[in-house]
C-alpha cells in the first residue's frame, strides 16, 4: 500500500548541530509540505514542494531547508539546531490539482534540540 | 495577513453530549476548508468544504461552511471517548498567480470526552 513515512521518529540532539529529518511517500504525489506543532499554534508551515527541484518557503522558514531531487522524498534540515526548534515534525502529501485537497499526512518526528 | 482562528480552544463535555466547534477564517482567494482529527499521531483527514450551505456528515460528524460568515461549524452528535483528540481548521487559498496549494492552520481545538 502507499504510504508516507518520516524517520527518525524520535531525535535529540544538541545546540548548533545539523539535523536532517526524512520524508519519504510512495504516491507520486507532486506536493509535499513540512510543518511542525507547538502547543498554542497548530500546525505551521516550514517549507513546500511543488514537484522535483520546486521549493519554497512557509511561515516559519528560518533556520530551516529542504531540496526535492525525486519526487518520493523531501528531507528537512536545520542547519544549526536551536533550542526553539524542539517540537514535533509532521510531513505531508497530496496531489496536485486533484478534486479532493487532503493531505496525507506522516506519523511525525518528535525532535528535541537541548 | 491570512489567518484562522478556531473556539473554543479547549472543551470538556461528557458522553453522549453534542459538541459545536466553530472556525473562522481571514484569507484571500479562498479555495476551501478542511477538518482534521488529531490524535496520539499525524492528523487525520475528516471533511473538505468548497460549497457554502452543503452540510457533510460522517456518522455522528457533520460540518457545513459559510463563505458569507467566513465561518465553519464541525458538530459530533452523541460524543463517545474515542472523539477526545484535537480538532483542526485549515484553508487552502491561491496566492497570487501561484495555482498550487497554500494553508493556513487554526490552532485547533482540544476536546476532552469524559466517560
Known sequence: DAEITQSPRHKITETGRQVTLACHQTWNHNNMFWYRQDLGHGLRLIHYSYGVQDTNKGEVSDGYSVSRSNTEDLPLTLESAASSQTSVYFCASSEQRGPNNEQFFGPGTRLTVL | ?115
Open chain 2, 1 to 115: 495577513e491570512d489567518k484562522v482562528v478556531q473556539s473554543p480552544l479547549s472543551l470538556v463535555v461528557h458522553e453522549g453530549d453534542t459538541v459545536t466547534l466553530n472556525c473562522s477564517y481571514e484569507v484571500t482567494n479562498f479555495r476551501s476548508l478542511l477538518w482534521y482529527k488529531q490524535e496520539k499521531k499525524a492528523p487525520t483527514f475528516l471533511f473538505m468544504l468548497t460549497s457554502s450551505g452543503i452540510e457533510k456528515k460522517s456518522g455522528r460528524l457533520s460540518s457545513i461552511l459559510d463563505k458569507k460568515e467566513l465561518s465553519s461549524i464541525l458538530n459530533i452528535t452523541a460524543t463517545q471517548t474515542g472523539d477526545s483528540a484535537i480538532y483542526l481548521c485549515a484553508v487552502e487559498y491561491r496566492e497570487g498567480d501561484n495555482y498550487g496549494q497554500n494553508f493556513v492552520f487554526g490552532p485547533g481545538t482540544r476536546l476532552s470526552v469524559l466517560p
